[in-house]
């Protein structure tokens, strides 16, 4: 009997039991969410598995696992609430016989269940997007591979968006229809707003259509050079020589002068051999002929290459070099100029030249010494010595 009482004992408008419910649902909602959100996504993956063609089960558990958890949580923490009676707003009670505080949490639950339910669909569309990029990785084109970023992050954006004016019309009751018929007045105002926003975003699309560059190629835009990495329905990311990330807005890649690298056909070498004025002609000559025989018999390089005397500096004998280096590959271009590099520096060598440096020659004039005979004449208040005999 006194166990009976004790379980039928009323605190705050519930009774024991009623807590021990309440308390009960949610341990055992605590303690197993994890373990049923890992049977859930084994569930889930069952029906995505026909479309993946690995094992993709670790990454949609490691991607769905915390939402799912998070959605569980919820559910069990709603009918562990239903266990409980809730006290009266006394206003409330009076006009309408309504709970307050009852209304008051059923509105701030909605409200994490459908952001449990948004994350959950987000991190589904992560796993989606993953799937298609390793897919795209096996085709030649590179233009399927900027698509699935692109589409993925439309997607997520179209999602929030759409979440958000599911909770103005599930929770708050706002009239989702009107509130967007009545954009139409404020949307001249929202336009220019977001007027870069919606330039960037139509940029995105002429990249798309235009193809001056995919994912992958080496472009040099201003004075930004690096390899693309990243082409987003806002912007477009970089990773560059220095391996530094740079984000520019996908305005700026159309608008300005866009060097595309990687469709080059050679790779240039220009630069100036400057070798000291006492090397003779005959060195001279020497040296850009076995210079050009050197560039036109290498197998990395083209017959366009040319090794000319160009020029008379201040302080040198310049000799030009350009040729080009058939190859797209950063790495190898490097190698074979780093080559050449070597037999220029021992063709010069060996035919006995040097090379300058800037310098200049200072030349001192120096005044003849005077007569003895006028140096060693007396004076004496400005007057030769014989006057003042």
Known sequence: MLWRDFLNYEFLGNTVTN?????????????????????LSGLMFRVVKRFSQEDNLPVFRRLLLQPLEMLLFLVFLYFAFKS???????????????????????????????????????RFVDFI?????HRAERTSSKLDDQLVPFFKDFTKVFIAILSFLVMLGTVFGVNVAGLIAGLGVGGLAIAFAAKESIENLLASFTIFLD????????????????????????????RTLE???????????????????????FRRANFMINLTYNTTSAQMRAIVRELQEYIDQHPSTNQDGRIRFSALSPSSKDV??????????????????????????????????????????????????????????????????????
Do not use: C
């Open 211 to 238: 193809q001056p560059f995919v994912v992958g190629d080496l472009v040099q835009v201003a004075d930004i050079t690096g390899t693309v990495e990243k082409i987003g329905f806002r912007s477009t990311r970089i």
């Open 129 to 133: 997007a993953h799937m298609l990029s």
């Open 320 to 389: 030009m070099v350009l040729y080009f280096v058939d190859t797209m590959d950063w790495n190898e271009y490097i190698n074979v100029k780093e080559e050449i590099n070597y037999k220029i520096v021992e063709i010069v060598e060996r035919n006995g030249a040097q090379f300058a440096f800037p310098s200049q020659t200072v030349y001192l004039e120096r005044k003849p010494a005077p007569e003895p005979a006028e140096a060693e004449q007396p004076m004496a208040a400005g007057f030769p010595a014989t006057d003042l005999q």
């Open 19 to 39: 807590y021990l419910w309440f308390a009960g649902i949610l341990l055992f909602g605590f303690l197993f969410k994890t373990m049923l959100s890992k049977l």
């Open 243 to 265: 391996k530094s990330f740079v984000t520019l807005p996908n305005k700026f890649m159309i608008d300005k002068a866009l060097d595309n690298l990687s469709l080059r056909t």
């Open 84 to 122: 409980l009676d809730y006290p009266l707003d006394p206003t409330q009670a009076i006009r309408k016989n309504e709970p307050f505080l009852k209304t008051f949490m059923l509105r701030t639950y909605q409200v994490f269940v459908i952001v449990a339910v948004t994350w959950a669909v987000l």
